[in-house]
């Protein structure tokens, strides 16, 4: 089944600054990539999705790439705000599976 | 974007009771339900696939007569916890698809923390 492995665990940035976390999956068939940004106490936001046919998605402040080939995608926070600070989760599924999540990120952004 | 609704937000009971969970579509069909539980500072473990009008999925390790799942209908998925023990404390999240496309969003609930004492 699928493995998804994700990076780093916690993250502190400046205010302003770029914060990156990094996701690989092991199994080749996935083809769908989402981001879910948790705050605490509440369930999973999607903030941004890639599908295996694009290589990059732009919105606004939050970017994600994809490597099909390598089995990695990335979620890009720039411009980062004190509001961004929060847990995210990658994750990944072939066609209508259940997503398999990472283990997640804690983002602190400081002002 | 699509809402998924789940009740309670939050709930105690004693040792032994059981508890119902609601999850709701509230504007889209959702064919496949999925239930998760989350333990503090942990990230999301599927317990079991919610198939309307069928029998549900559970992962590996998930007991199926102490987490029943029910999927009556295209917008309600419930989870009850039987004979609840402080062990099944934790957040559970369910999450719904959108059932007309292929790999369509995930959309999740609010979650419900149980506390079991």
Redesign the interface.
Known sequence: GENVEQHPSTLSVQEGDSAVIKCTYSDSAS??F?W?KQEL??????II?I?SNVGEKKDQRIAVTLNKTAKHFSLHITETQPEDSAVY?CAA????T???????TRLSVIA | GAVVSQHPSWVICKSGTSVKIECRSLDFQATTMFWYRQFPKQSLMLMATSNEGSKATYEQGVEKDKFLINHASLTLSTLTVTSAHPEDSSFYICSARDGRGLNTEAFFGQGTRLTVV
């Open positions: 083809n769908y989402p879910y106490g509440k369930g999973p936001q999607l999705d599908r989760f599924s072939e066609r209508n259940p997503l398999v999540f990472g283990k997640g």
